[in-house]
């Protein structure tokens, strides 16, 4: 609840096929309300990275030959995705910044796993009601 106090932004770093055993879209819900911006993950259940993105969280995967271990994070560090922007394009190759306690930087190359222009979209809205609900404003729906 601070961080969210704060407004920064919260990541949730995983291991592979996150997200197995919780496709429904509440799962996806839930770690929007707790206020995750984006999920870091070796892999991801099909149907949750796509909920992830109807509830506008990012999907992101490390890159090849990376993962949480070999970054050896203890959960003292600080995040930035190098890369974001207007600009995002599906399956964009980005870098994550990660910043240790005594102000080491490493760096891990990650992929964006907003897989087509219709996700993109929902992602730059949001999430996908708030993508559907500015189509119904605008007279576009």
Not at 28 to 42: F, P, Q, R, Y
Not at 63 to 90: C, S
Not at 101 to 125: H, Q, S
Request: charged letters at 25%; glycine letters at 14%; a neutral charge.
């Amino acid at each position: 609840m601070r961080y969210i106090d704060a407004g920064t932004p919260l990541v949730v770093v995983a291991g592979k096929e996150y997200g197995t055993g919780s496709s429904r879209d509440w799962a996806a819900k839930g770690t929007m309300l707790l206020g995750v911006k984006g999920v870091i993950a070796e892999s991801f259940e099909r149907i949750h990275r796509s909920n992830l993105v109807g509830m506008g969280i990012l999907p992101l995967v490390f890159g090849e030959g990376w993962d949480r271990a070999k970054l050896g994070l203890n959960g003292t560090e600080t995040f930035d995705i190098v890369g974001l922007g207007n600009d995002l394009k599906p399956r964009q190759a980005l870098t994550l910044k990660v910043t240790r306690a005594n102000g080491e930087v490493v760096e891990a190359p990650l992929v964006c796993r907003i897989d087509t222009l219709d996700e993109l979209e929902y992602y730059k809205n949001g999430g996908i009601l708030h993508y559907v609900l500015r189509r119904i404003a605008s007279g576009q729906a």
